[in-house]
């Protein structure tokens, strides 16, 4: 409607509905039925009209999309989701569009700290499946493994915080994601070895 009357110039001059936009506004319709759909085991809120005026502003330059940001009265975190897109979605889908193969741990470290808008944006707009699946499977699975070991599981071992704990537990939770070790034992056994080495 705000194209019908010419008003897409406020929000930016330059500002066009164009066909490929309205093809995106679709994709954006079928993530979030996946996402409605999908038996995610943790559902975050979903700004809904966020991902649209991404998608909205998808054609438009970094610079243009943060002046719209600085302009309008949007929350903080709302603004960080869009710029994020602009400045992560085509280096992140290229990474993801990859024919060979991809360790989920490959995969976990490429959109971990993401947003769910982001995240459900960037499958809108790739033109991959095998991007999707990706994003898909970060969602619904390596998101939800998290380490069963706990601080004090290394204090009783006699190992302190420092600045190599959290590398080692981000070693030991790839390798969980990779299936290489699965109960809590193994994860303990598997950091204490690198604390070592």
Known sequence: RLAELNELRFI???LKLTKSTVNLFGSVDEALAWYDAARLKRRHGVNRWLIYLGALLDELSLAEAQKICDEFVFMKADC???ISCKKTAEKTLLFLSKKEKLK???IYDCLEGLSTEVLLLMMAKSGFQTARRRIMDYLTKYVNIKLSVRGDDFTKKGIRP????????KRTLHAKLDSKIKTKAEELDFAMRHFKG
């Open 80 to 82: 960080a989701k869009l």
């Open 162 to 169: 420092g600045p190599h704990f959290r590398q080692v537990l």
């Open 12 to 14: 930016a001059p330059g």
């Open 104 to 106: 989920p741990s490959q």
